[in-house]
């Protein structure tokens, strides 16, 4: 027996069971051992680490937060690509950032495995939106550029082109119906050029020209799976509104005057009502004049991270318990004073 | 890792109390344990068999060594509730397991590996896989291809590419 065992032998684990010890491994290993054989690559580039991070940005630099570290505070990133003009957005997905800057275009860059690769852009394009297509392993953002038309109501209306990563170049995807007057990214607050991506669909604020010829809030909505549009009115009375992923769903802020908000989230099943979940008490008992709340994310114990803003200054993150219905502060070291915005991240293998 | 595993469970066990039921377990190779019902079904696969009544008789443990399952048979007793007074101690316990030094303690861990995989042991699983996780994540391509006698399906020009890609993973 003990001679038995003491002898060389083949061992053959069962494949869940190996993948079960790769997705243990830290980020460096996991990522050396995608070279021992295909399916092991496969594996990788398919592994989602589940630690969420938060991006913070603003003018050249990126800072990033790791929730789950000892002590929570903003790293900045290397860059190592050359950034000559400011940030002006960085969406994420899949842990790819999809950087624009004003004069450079798009960067896409997995700040884990430091691979980054650039792509053209002219300037004058006024939303967009990125996605990992995982069915052809490919990165894909789609971008929207006014012009004008004479014959509809508001007198301009928006093309859409998508650019793939495999491809390496735009194509034309469609015109948008006349209806949709103004593609407005996810926050009424600062400049958002990105489209929020939820569950492989991606959303958009927008105006609307109902058969009332009145101009309304709605939201423009992008399966990337068949990569078709679609238009869904906000809940009744919601003018000002964000939108933003809480627990992976779409999740509609109602601002209201006095402060409050109201948290609205789409049925599952055939109607997809909106349907309020959760109201969020003033904060401060100040009104939406003085304080701008974005949530940002949940966390640990149904907590929300908001970040407050007064004006465009951010005065930091907090955490808003349902239970309790109180804001408390959330710290995090080592943030840049001046104006930064935020979103988050999830580490991935993948290499643009 | 320690290999002397109590494996007459029995002893440890008090069979006077008329109430404890005991369950035969025989090994692939023909070694056969007597262990408390209540033990043995921390295998979610044995408990699946005494909920639908098919412990009665003997059961064979097919793929398990008899070397093996008194290992399998320590971790259980360990683990059973009330045996080990805190968490800190089970912890301890539990180290021996983390490292993998030699040859010897890889087939040991590989071994137990596959026995709480087949008996679907899930704390037993964990600590394995976690073990296995240690032991590797310094290892190059090639020894990981050793380690798991897997042979690249990678040609050259596909492994070069691939290393350069990932190159940082690569660098110490």
Known sequence: ?352 | MSTAATADASSSGDTTEGSVRLLTLQSEDGEVFEVKETIATQSVTIKGMVDDDCATSTIPVCNVTGRTLAMVIEWWNKHEIGAVSNEKELKEWESQFDTIDDKSDRDDVYDLLMAANYLNIPTLLDCCTSAVAEAIKGKSTDEMREFFDIKSDFDEKEEDALRKENQWAFEN
């Open chain 1, 1 to 352: 027996m003990e001679m038995e065992s003491k002898k060389k032998r083949n061992l053959h684990i069962p494949d869940d069971i190996v993948f079960n010890i790769l997705r243990r491994l830290p980020p460096k290993s996991f990522a050396r051992f995608k070279c021992v054989c295909k399916s092991w690559q496969s594996f990788a580039n398919q592994h989602k680490y589940h630690n969420q991070k938060l991006i913070l940005f603003s003018g050249k630099t990126i800072q990033s937060v790791d929730f789950e570290a000892d002590e929570i505070k903003a790293v900045d990133l290397d860059i190592p690509f050359k950034v000559s003009s400011a940030i002006l957005q960085i969406a994420s997905c899949n842990g790819l950032l999809c950087i624009l800057t004003e004069r450079e275009g798009f960067v896409i860059w997995n700040p884990l495995i430091g691979r980054y690769k650039r792509v053209s852009n002219a300037s004058e394009y006024d939303n967009f939106g990125f996605w990992y297509d995982h069915s052809t392993d490919n990165y894909k953002i789609v971008r929207f550029m006014r012009f004008l038309d004479p014959n509809s109501e508001s007198l301009q209306r928006y093309s859409a082109e998508i650019y793939s990563q495999k491809g390496n170049s735009w194509q034309p995807n469609e015109i948008l119906p006349w209806q949709i007057c103004s593609i407005l990214g996810y926050s009424h607050h600062g400049n958002s050029l990105f489209g929020v991506l939820v569950n492989e669909t991606l959303y958009w604020k927008i105006k609307y020209i109902n058969n009332d010829k009145k101009y309304i809030p709605a939201v423009l909505c992008f399966d990337t799976l068949n990569e078709k549009f679609d238009v869904i009115i906000s809940p009744v009375n919601a003018h000002v509104f964000d939108l933003v992923v809480l627990k992976g769903q779409l999740c509609l802020v109602e601002y209201h005057k006095a402060g409050h908000m109201g948290m609205w989230t789409r049925e599952v099943g055939k109607n997809q009502n909106w349907i309020k979940f959760m109201n969020l008490p003033p904060f401060e008992r100040k009104s939406i004049f003085n304080y701008h709340l974005l949530p940002i994310c949940s966390m640990k114990e149904d907590e929300i991270l908001v970040c407050v803003r007064q004006l465009l200054t951010p005065l930091g993150f907090f955490l808003y318990s349902p239970e309790a219905k109180t804001y408390k502060k959330f710290h995090i070291c080592d943030t840049r004073k001046h104006l930064f915005r935020e979103i988050t991240y999830k580490d991935s293998l993948v290499s643009p």
